[in-house]
């Protein structure tokens, strides 16, 4: 008996860590689509009005996540791939905006 009450207790700790990083990426790339969204208007559209909209929604998830690293609660995996092609395409239609402007 005490082992399968040892197994459950892992099982039921794996299955905290696998939400908490499922939540973790679902911050991180919903936040990441809404900042790349806002950066691609600015960027390539010059609509700064509509981008600060969609940053004001993208922020605070991404702070949600930024708070969830630093405390541990997530360990990264996908949402830190998320963050970085959000900060590829940031450069890049940047560099664009700065050469057609």
């Given at each position: 008996?005490?082992?399968?009450?040892?197994?459950?207790?892992?099982?039921?700790?794996?299955?905290k860590i696998a939400?908490?990083?499922?939540?973790?990426?679902?911050?991180a790339i919903s936040g990441?689509?809404?900042?790349?969204?806002?950066?691609?208007?600015?960027?390539i559209l010059l609509n700064h009005l509509l981008a600060m909209q969609l940053w004001l929604a993208s922020n605070?998830?991404?702070?949600?996540?930024?708070i969830g690293v630093m405390l541990k609660?997530?360990?990264g995996g996908l949402s830190i791939k998320a963050i970085a092609v959000m900060y590829?395409?940031?450069?890049?239609?940047g560099a664009y905006g700065l050469g057609v402007t």
């Open positions: 008996m005490p082992d399968n009450a040892r197994l459950t207790r892992a099982y039921l700790n794996a299955v939400n908490r990083n499922t939540l973790g990426n679902i911050l990441s689509i809404l900042s790349v969204s806002g950066i691609l208007v600015n960027n605070p998830l991404l702070m949600i996540w930024s609660q997530w360990n590829f395409i940031a450069f890049v239609s």
